[in-house]
């Protein structure tokens, strides 16, 4: 039985409204035990308000441990690679979580990373802190390079704008963790004790999600309930296994 990695926006809910279908997909995949793990880039929210978002939304049954997130993986991939551990960090609840579960302490001077997720509240200081640590030899790293954030119909800025305007302004690319990248799938395969033939990426996301598994040659189901549907995939040249329009279609009684 393969283990499903399920994005979260636009795959299970978009901001506070349920996709049509996920719940009725979550509760099948509990009945028959089958395994899952949602994969998602948004780095903000905790394991705690995670899970509170989507039970809110009616979800049933969701544990802290059922999230992987870009932050989770980011503290993660730090911690194995580097023995360092003091960073500046631009980032919400959910980054500053999962650095300090990594042990990971915060200081404002002589960091040794710079590590970037998304920050509805930063500012040009905080930005500008972030590149004099850059521009010292702080290594540079992000949860995810998303360009766009849905907000209510609109867009608003991924953190991939971010880490963008750092890179441009010191001439020091990122080191970048969330999907498309693979450092995020090779982290959760360590963690999670599992082989890439043991899963199947699941997101509406042809540039995140279905491009991590079609470079990784990993089984990849794209739904067309969020960004992407099934126009995209010749323009983007990034092809899933297998495209459906609802998640019901993966429900076998
Ligand atoms: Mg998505």
Redesign the pocket.
Known sequence: MKTYLI?????MYSGNTNIDGAREFIAYLQEKGFPYIFLTNNATRTKTQAKEHMLNLGFKNIKEDDFFTSAIATAKYIAKNYSERKCFMIGESGLEEALKEENFIFVEDKADFVVVGLDRKANYTKYSEALHHILAGAKFIATNSDRLLANNGLFDLGNGATVNMLEYASGVEAIKVGKPYQTILNILLEDKNLKKEDIILL???LE??IKLGYEGNIETIMVCS??HDENDIERLKVYPTKVIKNLRELIKE
Do not use: H, M
Request: glycine share 24%; net charge negative.
């Open positions: 994005d979260l926006d636009g795959t997101g509406d996301n995140t999600d969020g960004v």
